[in-house]
């Protein structure tokens, strides 16, 4: 029973419960003043009733504190399953509320860290273990120090310094230190001279794939900030290179905006694609299509794509497909990017940090 838990003050709590202890208090001494009792025998009476009446309403008051005390010491031991329930509505009520959601939050977070510490050992141990492997064949003579072994060894060295650069970028997206530098981009040499790169970081994975990119029109321009387009554009075609079969071939398609605001683009490979229920997922870190694959990729890809996509206030997203063989299935292998057409750039939202 908590009488007070009602009132949505402490302040009024407090004063409740001073008024009606006196007030319980005078009734009683003028009782026994009338009575003709002793006050040796009135005032002990008086204050064993008076701290029972304080104790009853008070009942509850203060048990919201007790809880977050022994909640807090459990979290500096790192159990961040801490919970407060309470039915009051008073500021404690409200500060025991926002503690269970600073823990929830803090549960989420530790959660996170723990993933991520475990992706990146995972992600690092992968090429790191290749590496070392070859370069002892190297040194004990099982393996003849010739390009195609040393090519084996560069490739899984620039898989390694990708997984780097990623997390620094990760970490400047957390710190929110990046900022935008735009400048008009001419589409149609700025996505060949993309389209190149990643056609010679495919031939030496010794993925076998066609390009073909349409711009319409020709001289199809946006304002936005080279760097951060071209490692959108670098990713989402590695990422396209990485699941497309032997001989398969990467679209990339832009166009202007109906509206006039910006320009659209769509990267579409003709690789199993992503499940409907996935579509969301993969733009998360560590996220490859819903699970791991033997593609080689970090899982970092398409989150620093959307990260870069939303500082421009962009979208990206993955739409339909219209293959016949995708169409069936609801799988998708279309990424599709909306960049608007501004030589201020918008800044980072509050929540892309947390949502990258």
Do not use: C
Not at 173 to 189: F, H, K, N, W, Y
């Amino acid at each position: 029973m908590r009488p007070l838990s009602g009132l949505g003050s402490f302040k009024v709590k407090l004063g409740v419960l001073v008024g009606v202890s006196v007030a319980v208090a005078s009734a009683l001494a003028w009782i026994g003043s009338r009575a003709g009792l002793s006050a040796l025998l009135t005032i002990p009476v008086v204050i064993v009733i008076g701290l029972a009446v304080t104790q009853v309403l008070a009942r509850g008051m203060t048990s919201p504190l007790r809880e977050m005390t022994r909640a807090a010491r459990a979290m500096a031991r790192g159990d961040y399953g801490q919970r407060i329930t309470t039915s009051s509505r008073d500021e404690v009520g409200q500060l025991a509320e926002a503690f269970t959601v600073m823990a929830r939050d803090l549960e989420e977070t530790d959660r996170m860290r723990r993933d991520l510490v475990a992706n990146v050992s995972h992600e690092l141990r992968t090429p790191v273990a290749a590496l070392r492997g070859q370069l002892e064949n190297l040194v004990d003579g099982v393996t003849e120090a010739d390009p195609a072994a040393l090519q084996v060894a560069l490739t899984e060295t620039e898989r390694l310094s990708r997984l780097v650069d990623h997390l620094l970028d990760l970490s400047r997206l957390d710190a929110g230190v990046i900022r935008l530098d735009p400048e008009l981009i001419e589409l149609t040499p700025f996505l060949h001279e993309a389209a190149d790169a990643a056609a010679l970081r495919a031939r030496a994975r010794e993925r076998d794939v066609r390009w073909m990119i349409d711009v319409r029109p020709a001289d199809l321009t946006v304002h936005a900030d080279p760097e951060r387009i071209h490692q959108v554009i670098a990713n989402l075609l590695d990422n396209a290179a990485r699941h497309s079969p032997a001989g398969g071939r990467i679209r990339v398609d832009a166009a202007a905006l109906e509206d006039g605001s910006g320009i659209w683009l769509e990267v579409r490979d003709e690789g199993p694609g992503i499940a409907r229920e996935d579509r969301a997922r993969v733009f998360e870190r560590f996220q490859r299509g819903g699970g791991a694959d033997s593609s080689g990729g970090t899982g970092l890809g398409l989150a620093i794509a959307r990260w870069a996509v939303t500082l421009h206030g962009g979208t990206i997203d993955v739409r339909d497909d219209d293959a016949p063989a995708h169409r069936a299935d609801g799988r998708s292998s279309v990424i599709h990017v909306t960049l608007p057409d501004t030589t201020q750039a918008p800044g980072p939202s509050p929540g892309t940090a947390a949502d990258a």
